[in-house]
């Protein structure tokens, strides 16, 4: 196994991946399948994207704050989860990517250790709390043996940007794009570092899902969690979105790119190597990866999956995204 020199891969490591199978295609949208999830309207207008926040990472592109104007658009409330995500795959027997290839990146404490050196085939050389392991798949999210029985309500993980696409053109749907997945993350709010304000623990009271203790080694789950959690868990934002901050990576449809348009409803750059993923997850950690702010940023390669990436779907298709 490899993976690429990704500085961000505390986030999310990157695979490279051996040549296989290509994935199949985006499905076409068949009406009655898709489950009926709760979306929530949004009229657009113009908000401050990105930030010029000091402690940020500046090489993620997270600024220059600049004003973004949309068009109207919903997105779902909650991120696609597991029971969602089987109506998919129950409805057009599709395979992942993490299926296709044979394997996905797991985080190292969420193996248990007298299954570690079974499972785990290899780790990343400068991230070692990633491991590469056989099996890991959407619904055996730590490899052979493990299940989602009792995670239906957890976001779906080991899902590549590929795999996202495909859910998302199967329920007549899209990825949002980063301006979107930003203006209705902040939920009315201007400029605040996350969803609710600018304090991350307002009168010590936790609203998201990340990490407690000493990256890597010890996660305290003071917010009630060492892994993912339910997708409504936590209070939502302004405008009734569960789950923006924290929990899992959310995929956008948007190549990473550092150089922004002011245009209405931009896109991204119109080609790139990389995806663009927003909101933070259960590993993020101030020490560390304080990706949770909702101007944070971070990338990885559309065939890439791991046990923090997700998704959530927007109601209006981006033809110029490819």
Same mark, same amino acid.
């Given at each position: 196994m490899s993976t690429d020199n990704n500085p961000k891969s505390c986030c999310t490591p990157t695979a490279v991946r051996e040549a296989s199978t290509p994935v199949e295609a985006p499905l076409v949208y068949t009406p009655g399948l898709a489950p009926n999830r709760a979306t929530i309207p949004l009229p657009g207008g113009t908000f401050l994207m990105g930030t010029n926040y000091e402690r940020g990472f500046p090489a993620d592109?997270?600024?220059? $704050?600049?004003?973004? !104007?949309?068009?109207? &658009?919903?997105?779902?409330?909650?991120?696609v989860t597991n029971a969602d995500f089987a109506a998919f795959i129950a409805a057009t027997n599709y395979r992942t990517e993490a299926e296709v290839f044979g394997w996905s990146f797991v985080f190292w404490s969420h193996i248990p250790e007298e299954r570690f050196e079974e499972v785990v085939e290899d780790t990343v050389a400068m991230t070692p709390w990633w491991c590469k392991v056989p099996g890991a798949t959407w619904n055996h999210p730590e490899g052979p043996g493990s299940d989602v029985k009792d995670r239906q309500n957890h976001p779906v993980? #080991?899902?590549? +940007?590929?795999?996202?696409?495909?859910?998302?053109? +199967?329920a007549g749907r899209a990825l949002p794009t980063e301006a979107q997945w930003e203006y209705a993350a902040r939920g009315g709010l201007e400029q605040k570092l996350y969803p609710w304000g600018d304090e991350l623990t307002p009168k010590g009271r936790h609203l998201c899902n990340i990490w407690q203790g000493q990256f890597p080694r010890e996660d305290t789950a003071e917010d009630g969690y060492a892994g993912s959690c339910p997708v409504d868990s936590f209070?939502?934002?302004?405008?009734?979105?569960? !789950?923006?901050?924290?929990?899992?990576?959310? +995929?956008?449809?948007? +190549? &990473?790119?550092?150089? &922004? !348009?002011?245009s209405q409803d931009p896109v991204g750059p119109p080609v790139g190597e990389a995806?663009?993923?927003?909101?933070?997850? &259960?590993?993020? #950690?101030?020490? =560390?990866?304080?990706? =949770?702010? $909702?101007?944070?940023?971070? !990338?990885?390669?559309?065939?890439?999956s791991a046990s923090n990436i997700g998704f959530r779907c927007v109601g209006k298709a981006h033809p110029r995204i490819v």
């Open positions: 592109g997270e600024g220059p $704050v600049r004003p973004v !104007s949309l068009s109207a &658009f919903d997105i779902d409330t909650y991120p993980v #080991h899902v590549s +940007w590929n795999d996202a696409a495909a859910y998302a053109a +199967w209070p939502p934002n302004g405008y009734g979105l569960y !789950s923006v901050t924290g929990n899992v990576w959310e +995929w956008c449809a948007d +190549w &990473f790119g550092t150089t &922004f !348009s002011t995806k663009v993923m927003k909101g933070g997850s &259960f590993l993020c #950690h101030a020490s =560390y990866c304080n990706r =949770y702010r $909702v101007a944070a940023r971070t !990338s990885n390669t559309p065939d890439s």
